[in-house]
């Protein structure tokens, strides 16, 4: 096998690792870095000397750990033998997400709801010397895209933990966590940056682009409807109880012919009448602006009274509650 006097990066911009494919070095033989690169020689399954950005003239002052392991002869040019990997130091920019939904449960609602979350990341050799006996163990060359699937695991099981610490942060609906992108992207670094160090990692940026739900899931439905009954509370106040009975005689009206016959279609339109005549006198005591509301409706007691039912409904949480209640009686 001839002697190799010079040794240089040959590899893909794609390779984080490349292997020089002869291990029959000698001294006097140059060693070329390239911007961005870093060898390091290995001898028997041990990493040795390193070397950054520059051109060197192997000798046995610049490669002390390998002298002493082989015991090479000063001066003149004398054959060894020794691997050298040279590490790609350079960012890379990968895309993650996850394949299957993860079922993560609201903290607000107390609802398990299947999301699926998608971003991008980047990333660098830190520790060249961590990441060869950590990750890649031998091996020729280690592209790109292997070391992504090595480190796609690790984010999904991450995934769901910063998330749920955004959500409780900000007292918020999962629903809602896409109002939270850039607070979710720089908790999602927080958290998974140390497992990154673990390899010899730096994980320079992530972000999170999407958080998606599945529409047709019953809880997806559970919750849209809690937030939307909250939001007509809000709107209609002391009225919302008759919108509701407004509701339920409406429902009864258009079922009318289920399980009941005549006696239930007359039910049906007795109370869609009813009902009509509340829906009217509602209508009318908006229209005749404040006051026109009956006294126990306006009534503190009766107005806590109500805000109760919701909160045992589980319609309004209890911080909720506790704050229209010093509304109520502030205005006393």
Do not use: C
């Amino acid at each position: 096998m001839s002697i190799i006097d010079r040794i240089k990066f040959e590899g893909s911009p794609n390779e984080i690792v490349w292997k020089y494919p002869s291990d029959a070095i000698s001294t006097a033989g140059q060693l070329i870095v390239d911007e961005n690169l870093e060898a390091i020689f290995f001898k028997e399954g041990k990493a040795l000397d390193s070397f950054g950005p520059g051109t060197y003239t192997l000798k046995t002052g610049n490669i002390p750990l390998l002298e002493a392991l082989i015991n090479i002869p000063f001066g003149g040019k004398t054959p060894f033998s020794a691997e050298v990997y040279y590490v790609n130091k350079s960012i890379f920019a990968m895309k993650w997400g996850t394949n299957t939904p993860i079922p993560l449960e609201d903290p607000k609602y107390k609802i398990v709801l299947n999301i699926r979350a998608f971003g991008d990341y980047k990333f660098r050799v830190k520790d060249a010397r961590s990441f060869l006996l950590n990750v890649v163990k031998g091996g020729n060359r280690t592209t790109n895209e292997s070391i992504d699937e090595f480190l796609k695991p690790n984010i999904v099981r991450s995934i769901g933990d910063f998330i749920s610490e955004v959500i409780l942060n900000n007292n918020t609906s999962v629903v809602e966590i896409n109002k939270y992108r850039d607070e979710s992207s720089v908790a999602g670094r927080v958290k998974l940056s140390p497992e990154f160090e673990k390899y010899g990692l730096d994980l320079t940026e992530f972000n999170v682009s999407s958080v998606n739900f599945d529409q047709a899931d019953p809880n997806y439905q559970r919750i849209q409807k809690i937030i939307t009954d909250k939001f007509e509370i809000d709107m209609l106040g002391d009225k919302y109880q008759q919108k509701k009975m407004f509701d339920i005689g409406q429902a009864s009206a258009e079922n009318q012919g289920q399980g009941g016959g005549a006696m239930g279609a007359g039910m049906g339109m007795g109370m869609g009448m009813n009902m009509g005549q509340m829906m009217g006198n509602m209508m009318n005591q908006n229209a005749s602006g404040q006051g026109q509301t009956s006294q126990g409706a306006n009534e503190p007691a009766a107005r806590i009274a109500k805000l109760k039912g919701l909160l045992d409904q589980g319609l309004i949480t209890a911080e909720e509650f506790e704050t229209k209640k010093k509304d109520i009686l502030s205005s006393i």
